[in-house]
């Protein structure tokens, strides 16, 4: 099928199969490496991106559902060569060990953060619940979203 | 040791880890995310039956398919045999048992046939393709009858391997004794790193080289173990470590290593096969499932005098590492408590089950939940405080273990123990709990406390050396050539750190090379919690040498004695005459132009010591009886760490060991049907700890600087895992004043816990 569809801000046009996975769009056809596959079936959120700003699970969304949708990757935060407050505020919280959970993190923090730019812990918790960090015991991750709350302002 | 720790300026200080920002950007690259002109796809089709022989393969559909390469299986690839744990070259002690495709296939997801091929999808597709005629043999998944003789034909050297040892002095063990049997179970575990495995391999045939890519522990046994088996000269063999996305233990086994270079062999192009999940699961390796027996004899009034424990350890398919993963528990049975006398007698057996491997900890939590829950009914029956009884029994400062009687050097047991009790406020919680507990009938609350030592490095159970290359670039910088394999939990950084303190530099002004067995100096690969104590402490020698080595060189070029001569701030200076300074970017020219020569240390470290290293753990926890749900209230862990080099990634890892310990007590089972041989395969109905779940974890830090680690450093990665899980079973069981050690203790073992009680109650 022709896909059109958004990502990181730029109109993509591909040629792909239909059941195509989103995950392997975005890596394969896109070279969006930054999305990690830790399960393929929805349960480690490592694969995390935006969609119409909400985290979802790129590995459990095929092509067919994709045409004219806007996603956002890891890539896609960084805007004019400066990091998202929150990619920023997991560098300095040491919120980052063996990474691979880390872009998936992100995604689901950014899209709590759009949502609810100034949330509790246990909101944190909760929003994070879908991505399984296997190094740490989500300590420094959960601080590092209520910095970029803190301190991310307009830029979140 | 003894260094001033007040001036130390960037060990002790917390950093990011040295490739945090490329992770946060999604650029950090990964065996999965590499990419080569002509790259080809491996997928595999693993074992749906638990035990039989291959009769034929028809890859003939397969084989058609547009864009597949090829197809290899057990009849067009070699039948030389391997194992997954040879870390050496004539290593002793280890069964080569496995092909790259075993004809006998001994556990479900043994490798059957993989399928090389343009692109991924296509190789998937042409993997359903394949038509294998299986002959099914009997299998079975319990270690009991394997014992009886089940399964006697499936290796030819034997499918159990027994090793038993004493320890210390029987006719010192007082007489009458209090006599106390415990029976534990463990199942089997995931380590669940979020990275699947994943290789990359090339063969570069008109060259003779291949190159293999892969996140691993030990570039140099991945290389020993490939050249030997495909029959290749050492030099021809190049391995480089990738970014690893995480490893506990699981990536120490070489399973995708001999696959990619299989295909690559047949090839000649460039492969890359990578795991899905289920696969990870079912083909590498798991945490192997126990039964353990513990006797203790303890005096009346609380000194305990001997230990006897029987394990039996389910090795799964292939008997791997766990030969020395007994070997190894028996040797950390005397590193926590100080008695007189151990029998330590462990059973590896072979079953039809996922094969095992080493995680982190290598057998120490497994043995400190067996250990420490027999303690905690021994101060049930003896109406002792258990935090008490641990305080009259741990290891005091220079006590010698009996295993190999080294010194245990400056453990801080008893502190760690004192720190735990005042901040953790284990008397007023007994306190309060007990009154909670009377006052409720549904939730029931307890808390309990572990003490788990562990060790540094090999010493003495195997060779423990490294060798490290320090330079200078020609502006000043260090380049820092050592096997290290980091595995994402900051090696690296802490190496940088160490060196730039040592060397007076900015941390970014120090590069470390990763592994690659083509440059590296040689080194056994980093397991055993050596990284920091043996390697980081060989990395800051060799600094030493390469700040002696410039002032020789500027001796030289200066005419002067090179005792005149010191290193202050990252700048060679005269001791008299504060006018000749050089900064060290200034002084490597001088050497480059007048002596042309480069400014490089080399140096061989081989680690004499093993200090006692202890986590003490103490759970405060409130069980539901209705639901059989357990709920973490509290959580402290406090490690005698030496020196943290890099603190906030220590507490981190503490934190990550104690949700995944916590995962191990609770929730985590990798659960095998005995009637299928099929193990839980998915993280759908494997349960790691979310951050809803996750506990609070407090931790505490005693640092003494007292050892022979890099600026007094001990292990923390795997000592923060060990005491974990028994502090929780403890909590539990002192929750529900009850007394079983089957781990997890899921709702499904307390609710049924719970019904028998109330079955009792009624008759």
């Known amino acids: 099928m022709r896909l059109e569809f958004i990502v990181n801000d730029k109109k993509r046009v591909l040629e792909v199969a239909a059941d195509k996975r989103l995950i392997d769009i975005l890596r394969e056809d896109l070279g969006l490496m930054g999305t990690k596959e830790g399960c393929g079936e929805g349960e480690c959120g490592a694969c995390t991106i935006l969609l119409d700003g909400k985290a979802v699970h790129s590995c459990l969304l095929v092509a067919a559902q994709m045409p004219g949708r806007q996603v956002t990757t890891i890539e896609g935060l960084e805007k004019n060569g400066r990091l998202d407050p929150l990619q920023s505020a997991f560098v300095e919280e040491v919120a980052i060990q063996c990474g691979y959970c880390t872009p998936g993190m992100i995604l689901s923090a950014k899209a709590l953060l759009l949502e609810n730019p100034a949330p509790t812990e246990t909101e944190i918790r909760r929003a994070l619940a879908g991505n399984i960090c296997r190094c740490s015991g989500y300590t420094q991750i959960i601080r590092a979203v209520e910095r970029a709350a803190r301190e991310g302002g307009a830029d979140i | 040791m003894e260094f001033n720790m007040k001036n130390l300026k960037i060990v002790g200080v917390s950093h990011p880890i040295h490739d945090a920002e490329a992770k946060v950007r999604g650029n950090a690259i990964y065996t999965g995310d590499m990419q080569f002109a002509g790259m080809q796809y491996a997928a595999m089709l693993l074992s749906p039956k638990p035990h039989a022989l291959i009769k034929s393969i028809d890859a003939s559909e397969a084989l058609a398919l547009d864009g597949v390469e090829t197809v290899l299986h057990c009849f067009n ?27 006998e296939l001994r ?79 463990m199942d089997r575990v995931s380590h669940a790193a979020m990275e699947p495995h994943a290789c990359v391999a090339y063969y570069n045939k008109s060259m003779d080289e291949l190159t293999i890519w892969s996140p691993n522990q030990g570039v140099f046994g991945v290389r020993t173990m490939i050249a030997d088996l495909f029959e290749m000269q050492y030099h021809k063999v190049r391995v480089i470590k990738t970014t690893m996305g995480g490893s506990f233990g699981a990536k120490q086994d070489w399973i995708l290593e001999p696959v990619a270079a299989c295909a690559t062999l047949a090839t000649g192009k460039p492969v890359k096969v990578v795991y899905s999940r289920e696969q990870v699961m079912l083909n590498t390796s798991c945490r192997a499932p126990y039964i353990a027996d513990v006797k203790s004899k303890f005096t009346r009034d609380g000194l305990l005098q001997s230990l006897d424990i029987d394990v039996i350890l389910d090795a799964g398919a292939y008997l791997g590492n766990t030969m020395a993963y007994i070997k190894y528990q028996s ?76 010194s ?4 801080r047991a008893k502190e760690c123990l004192e720190l735990g009790r005042e901040k953790f406020a284990w008397d007023e919680k007994k306190q309060s709990d007990a009154d909670f507990n009377l006052k409720n009938k549904r939730y029931q609350r307890g808390v309990g406390v572990s003490c788990g030592g562990h060790l540094n490095g090999y010493f003495p159970i195997n060779f423990d050396f490294t060798g490290v290359e320090i330079r200078f670039t020609e502006s000043g910088s260090a380049i820092v050539n050592v096997a290290v394999h980091d595995h994402g939990c900051g090696t690296v950084q802490a190496f940088k750190m160490i060196a730039a303190e040592t060397l007076g530099l900015p941390v970014d002004m120090v590069w470390v090379a990763e592994g690659d067995s083509a440059y590296n100096p040689f080194d056994t690969g980093c397991y055993a919690s050596r990284s920091i104590y043996v390697i980081g402490r060989a990395v800051k020698d060799c600094c030493h040498k390469l700040q002696e080595q410039l002032l020789q060189d500027m001796a030289c070029v200066l005419s002067m004695p090179v005792e005149d001569l010191e290193i202050v701030d990252a700048q060679v200076r005269a001791k008299n005459d504060p006018s000749t300074c050089f900064s060290y970017t200034d002084a490597v020219h001088k050497i480059l132009f007048t002596l042309q020569k480069e400014v490089s240390a080399k140096h061989q470290y081989k680690n004499t010591t093993n200090c006692g290293v202890m986590g003490t753990h103490f759970a405060h926890v409130e069980v539901d009886t209705w639901t059989g749900m357990t709920k973490i209230l509290d959580y402290l862990a406090v490690h005698d760490i030496g020196k943290a080099i890099n603190p906030e990634i220590c507490r981190a890892q503490v934190q990550g060991a104690v949700v995944m310990g916590s995962g191990i007590a609770l929730t ?5 049907n005995p009637k299928t041989g099929k193990s839980v395969s998915s993280l759908k109905d494997y349960h790691v700890m979310n951050a809803w ?45 009850s007394d079983f050690c089957e781990c997890p203790l899921n709702p499904d073992k307390i609710v049924a816990l719970m019904q028998e009680r109330m079955k009792k109650e009624c008759v």
């Open chain 2, 77 to 103: 690839t070699t039948e030389r045999t391997f194992s997954r744990f040879q870390k050496l070259s004539r290593q002793p002690g280890i069964m080569n048992q496995e092909r790259v495709f075993n004809r």
């Open chain 2, 107 to 185: 556990q479900i997801g043994d490798r059957v046939a993989c399928v090389v091929a343009e692109t991924p999808e296509i190789a998937r597709q042409a993997v359903r393709l394949i038509k294998v005629e299986y002959e099914e043999l009997s299998f079975t998944t319990d270690v009991h009858e394997v014992l009886k003789g089940a399964l006697a034909g499936m290796h030819p050297e034997g499918v159990s391997f027994e090793f038993e040892r004493e320890m210390g002095d029987k006719s010192l063990v007082a007489q009458d004794c209090v006599e106390t049997v415990t029976h534990s179970i």
């Open chain 2, 331 to 406: 040797t950390l049975v005397p590193r926590t408590y100080q008695y007189p006398y151990a029998r330590y007698r462990g059973q590896a057996v072979c079953t039809n089950g996922t094969t095992s491997g080493g995680l982190r900890g290598w057998s120490s939590g497994e043995l400190c939940l067996f250990v420490e829950h027999n303690l905690n009914i021994v101060a049930r029956r003896l109406d002792i405080d258990p935090l008490e009884l641990r305080l009259k029994n741990v290891h005091m400062p220079w006590n010698k273990e009996m295993a190999n009687n080294i």
């Open chain 2, 408 to 411: 245990l050097e400056e453990i």
């Open chain 2, 668 to 672: 985590e089972t990798m659960h095998t």
């Open chain 2, 693 to 737: 779940e996750a506990p609070q974890v407090q931790v505490l830090f005693i640092e003494d600087g007292l050892t022979e680690g890099p600026y007094g450093a001990k292990s923390i990665g795997e000592a923060s895992l060990v005491p974990v899980t028994a502090a929780i079973v403890g909590a539990v069981n002192e929750a529900l004043q």
